[in-house]
């Protein structure tokens, strides 16, 4: 079970909203990068944020270049998972790859600093104290796999190569 | 075998039927990385514990994207990218190359090949019958290690072309028009493919720039047959043993969408987002402060002829600038030699090395707060070209070139 705050998004929040273009050479300083975490989108963001809180977003989150720093600087924010709408192909594989969870389900009745907690395993979300239950989607189970060996870089030593079929 | 381009291609891997939504693994071709995602790409390579790369015949790293560098944190990163072909063996383009997904068109990629590269317009090498896509570093990563990764086996979103241009209306148009009609996740996960009697009409060029934007539907590739189109193209790299031909079947598809070129006109994607298509007519006359042509996008020799064709004898306008980036040395090289950079230069334009600088922001062409820039490149999200205080226009060349010489958005077919 995780519980957090949502930070609310709206649709196409790109890796360019994520992790501006402006501060390419801060790539291989990522700790300082991470000051500028959706500065575009929500400057309040990277201050505010703590440790097991959610990014909330409607469709199509992610689009666009396939810097993976997108979803390392979201990890880095300690956000315990993205719930969004559905999510772009390239970022889908990041996260997942980063071993950062992503939820997929209707994010429009959960507000902007809602309360959240979720239980991954039984694939439940909830607005606190007393929202109606939300089901997700569950992942392909090829992403589950590297999900649950802590992402690709961890599934990959673990097994010695690809072990993504039963 | 009967099957789309996707399904006829990941088949020749794997050696079996193969349907979609399956997920396979699969042996890469070629791997490519940038200087944008390489360093990551290399640490997470470290961290993976691996050092050789599973064939070094078989990647390549780009140094493109801050091309020079404009920034010695950016300097360290080419330096790490530079040491680490060096010690791999890997083939390195360095400042002045030119753009990866030009360059590995030019070069490397081959009909059928899977291809995987560290940036998302890597699907540009569908326009040579490659399944060509972009993936993150980590992917990457494990790439260079193992020599494979995992698919799933697109759905295909098809589009049946018919017709040809009329005057005036490009590739562009017709990509811009596509993606406003199905929207910036209207084909996620899918592969677009091209077929019908309006193929034959489009050029290498023409493929190259709409298989480059695939992505900006959420395609995962942008597929066109292999062909005599095909062939001549690599012919003329020299590469005419590369070739081979393949062609997909009338087999039953996710989705079909027919496009008739004849009936497009000059078509804008306006700000923030590509989805956003606009005919021409409802955005003429807008003041732009900085026109761009170059990228991988629309940066080739065709593109810089249309350019100069418009641009011959006249002058940029003095309220706004033009700067033009071919996107290979090669296409640079073409241009020189075949008097458009002189025509260029002579009506006021800047021509600029290879690289992707202003096109994600870093260089060359960072925007002031509350300018506007109408460029031939693919994207044009917030903040795009380093300023979310900017707004980004994205246009064929043609359309450039006429609003370069206006100062205003204009419409290439008003000029006679």
Same mark, same amino acid.
């Given at each position: 079970?995780?519980?957090?705050?949502?930070?609310?998004?709206?649709?196409? %929040?790109?890796?360019?909203?994520?992790?501006?273009?402006?501060?390419?050479?801060?790539?291989?300083? &990522?700790?300082?990068?991470?000051?500028?975490?959706?500065?575009?989108?929500?400057?309040?963001?990277?201050?505010?944020?703590?440790?097991?809180?959610?990014?909330?977003?409607?469709?199509?989150?992610?689009?666009?270049?396939?810097?993976? =720093?997108?979803?390392?600087?979201?990890?880095?924010?300690?956000?315990?998972?993205? %719930?969004?709408?559905?999510?772009?192909?390239?970022?889908? /594989?990041?996260?997942?790859?980063?071993?950062?969870?992503?939820?997929?389900?209707?994010?429009?009745?959960?507000?902007?600093? +809602?309360?959240?907690?979720?239980?991954?395993?039984?694939? !439940?979300?909830?607005? %606190?104290?007393?929202?109606?239950?939300?089901?997700?989607?569950?992942?392909? *189970?090829?992403?589950?796999?590297?999900?649950?060996?802590?992402?690709?870089?961890?599934? @990959?030593?673990? =097994?010695?190569?690809?072990?993504?079929?039963? | @075998?009967?099957?789309?381009?996707?399904?006829?291609?990941?088949?020749?891997?794997?050696?079996?039927?193969?349907?979609?939504?399956?997920?396979?693994?699969?042996?890469?071709?070629?791997?490519?990385?940038?200087?944008?995602?390489?360093?990551?790409?290399?640490?997470?390579?470290?961290?993976?514990?691996?050092?050789? %790369?599973?064939?070094?015949?078989?990647?390549?790293?780009?140094?493109?994207?801050?091309?020079?560098?404009?920034?010695?944190?950016?300097?360290?990163?080419?330096?790490?990218?530079?040491?680490?072909?060096?010690?791999?063996?890997?083939?390195?383009?360095?400042?002045?190359?030119?753009?990866?997904?030009?360059?590995?068109?030019?070069?490397?990629?081959?009909?059928?090949?899977?291809?995987?590269?560290?940036?998302?317009?890597?699907?540009?090498?569908?326009?040579?019958?490659?399944?060509?896509?972009? &993936?993150?570093?980590?992917?990457?990563?494990?790439?260079?290690?193992?020599?494979?990764?995992?698919?799933?086996?697109?759905?295909?979103?098809?589009?049946?072309?018919?017709?040809?241009?009329?005057?005036?209306?490009?590739?562009?148009?017709?990509?811009?028009?596509?993606?406003?009609? !199905?929207?910036?996740?209207?084909?996620?996960?899918?592969?677009?493919?091209?077929?019908?009697?309006?193929?034959?009409?489009?050029? &290498?060029?023409?493929?190259?720039?709409?298989?480059?934007?695939?992505?900006?539907?959420?395609?995962?590739?942008?597929?066109?047959?292999?062909?005599?189109?095909?062939?001549?193209?690599?012919?003329?790299?020299?590469?005419?043993?590369?070739?081979?031909?393949?062609?997909?079947?009338?087999?039953?598809?996710?989705?079909?969408?027919?496009?008739?070129? +004849?009936?497009?006109?000059?078509?804008?994607?306006?700000? =923030?987002?590509?989805?956003?298509?606009?005919?021409?007519?409802?955005?003429?006359? !807008?003041?732009?402060?900085?026109?761009?042509?170059?990228?991988?996008?629309?940066?080739?020799?065709?593109?810089?002829?249309?350019?100069?064709?418009?641009?011959?004898?006249?002058?940029?306008?003095?309220?706004?600038?033009?700067?033009?980036?071919?996107?290979?040395?090669?296409?640079?090289?073409?241009?020189?030699?075949?008097?458009?950079?002189?025509?260029?230069?002579?009506?006021?334009?800047?021509?600029?090395?290879?690289?992707?600088?202003?096109?994600?922001?870093?260089?060359?062409? !960072?925007?002031?707060?509350?300018?506007?820039?109408?460029?031939?490149?693919?994207?044009?999200?917030?903040? /795009? @070209?380093?300023?979310?205080?900017?707004?980004?226009?994205?246009?064929?060349?043609?359309?450039?070139?006429?609003?370069?010489?206006?100062?205003?958005?204009? *419409?290439?077919?008003?000029?006679?």
């Amino acid at each position: 079970m995780i519980a957090g705050r949502a930070w609310k998004f709206g649709d196409d %929040i790109s890796t360019d909203l994520i992790a501006p273009g402006r501060y390419f050479h801060l790539r291989s300083n &990522m700790e300082e990068f991470a000051k500028h975490v959706f500065e575009d989108a929500n400057p309040d963001f990277a201050t505010e944020v703590k440790a097991g809180d959610f990014v909330v977003a409607g469709k199509n989150f992610g689009l666009g270049s396939s810097r993976e =720093h997108a979803p390392l600087l979201i990890k880095m924010a300690g956000v315990s998972a993205i %719930i969004a709408k559905s999510v772009a192909r390239i970022f889908f /594989r990041n996260a997942i790859n980063l071993g950062l969870p992503v939820l997929i389900c209707d994010t429009d009745s959960i507000e902007e600093g +809602a309360q959240l907690e979720a239980d991954l395993v039984k694939g !439940i979300l909830r607005v %606190i104290p007393d929202g109606q239950p939300i089901t997700f989607t569950a992942l392909p *189970d090829v992403m589950l796999k590297i999900l649950n060996d802590g992402g690709l870089i961890d599934h @990959m030593k673990k =097994h010695k190569g690809f072990a993504l079929s039963d | @075998m009967a099957g789309t381009l996707a399904e006829r291609i990941i088949e020749r891997k794997v050696g079996r039927k193969v349907t979609p939504g399956e997920i396979v693994v699969v042996e890469v071709d070629l791997c490519y990385l940038q200087d944008g995602t390489g360093p990551l790409t290399v640490r997470q390579m470290a961290k993976l514990g691996e050092e050789a %790369i599973w064939d070094s015949s078989k990647a390549a790293v780009f140094i493109d994207h801050a091309s020079p560098s404009c920034h010695k944190a950016l300097s360290n990163d080419h330096a790490l990218l530079r040491k680490f072909a060096k010690r791999t063996g890997v083939r390195l383009y360095d400042v002045g190359d030119g753009i990866c997904h030009q360059l590995a068109c030019e070069e490397l990629i081959k009909p059928a090949q899977i291809v995987i590269g560290a940036d998302s317009h890597t699907c540009m090498g569908g326009a040579l019958g490659a399944l060509s896509t972009g &993936m993150g570093s980590t992917d990457v990563a494990v790439i260079l290690a193992h020599g494979k990764t995992w698919l799933r086996v697109p759905e295909t979103l098809r589009v049946r072309v018919t017709g040809a241009f009329s005057d005036g209306v490009f590739a562009k148009d017709l990509m811009l028009h596509l993606i406003g009609m !199905i929207g910036a996740d209207g084909a996620t996960y899918k592969s677009l493919e091209f077929c019908g009697s309006g193929v034959n009409h489009l050029t &290498m060029e023409d493929r190259l720039t709409i298989a480059n934007m695939a992505v900006e539907c959420g395609a995962k590739a942008g597929l066109f047959p292999s062909d005599e189109i095909t062939e001549r193209y690599l012919a003329s790299m020299g590469r005419k043993e590369d070739y081979a031909p393949l062609s997909s079947e009338e087999c039953p598809v996710d989705q079909e969408i027919e496009v008739n070129l +004849a009936e497009l006109g000059p078509t804008i994607a306006v700000p =923030h987002t590509v989805d956003s298509a606009k005919p021409i007519d409802e955005v003429a006359g !807008i003041p732009i402060d900085q026109v761009v042509v170059g990228t991988c996008t629309n940066g080739r020799e065709g593109d810089l002829a249309t350019l100069a064709r418009f641009l011959k004898g006249k002058r940029v306008h003095p309220n706004t600038r033009l700067l033009v980036i071919p996107a290979s040395r090669r296409v640079y090289l073409n241009a020189v030699t075949d008097g458009i950079v002189e025509v260029l230069l002579q009506a006021g334009a800047a021509v600029i090395s290879p690289t992707c600088g202003p096109c994600l922001g870093l260089h060359a062409g !960072i925007l002031g707060d509350g300018e506007k820039c109408l460029s031939t490149q693919n994207r044009n999200f917030k903040g /795009r @070209m380093g300023n979310p205080e900017s707004e980004v226009y994205l246009a064929s060349p043609a359309v450039a070139a006429v609003t370069a010489i206006n100062g205003r958005i204009s *419409d290439p077919r008003e000029v006679k």
